[in-house]
Nanobody, 125 residues
Framework: QVQLVESGGGLVQTGGSLRLSCAAS????????MGWFRQAPGKEREFVAV????????AYADSVKGRFTISRDNTKNTVYLQMNSLKPEDLAVYYC??????????????????WGRGTQVTVSS
């Protein structure tokens, strides 16, 4: 059983930065594709970014491209989401998720096998 725990959320002003972390345990982290999703109040969960198990393939949602950076450290079983130039519309609960398949780069929530409980990001205008 894989467990994922997000951290690093908080309150930041428009234009500020935050770095989210997601620590994994209970499995072989280096084999998982890792994704970040977010859910704003009253909206569906949406894809933010994904990084392949090797770190060699990455994809972003258009809404965060150029502002957010996903990375991973397989020695620490941790995936990160560096968020710069934050906007009020980035306000959401951010979730990390793990996909155990090889050879794909999943961008849809149903493709993921394990989820964290989320961390709140609030951006004040």
């Amino acid at each position: 059983q894989v467990q994922l725990v997000e951290s690093g959320g908080g309150l930041v002003q428009t234009g500020g930065s935050l770095r989210l972390s997601c620590a994994a345990s209970g499995g072989t982290f280096s084999l998982y594709n890792m994704g970040w999703f977010r859910q704003a109040p009253g909206k569906e969960r949406e894809f933010v970014a994904v990084i392949s198990w090797s770190g060699g393939r990455i994809a972003y949602a258009d809404s965060v491209k150029g502002r957010f950076t996903i990375s991973r450290d397989n020695t620490k079983n941790t995936v990160y989401l560096q968020m710069n130039s934050l906007k009020p519309e980035d306000l959401a609960v951010y979730y990390c998720a793990a996909d155990l398949r090889q050879g794909v780069l999943p961008t849809r929530s149903y493709e993921y096998d394990y989820w964290g409980r989320g961390t709140q990001v609030t951006v004040s205008s």
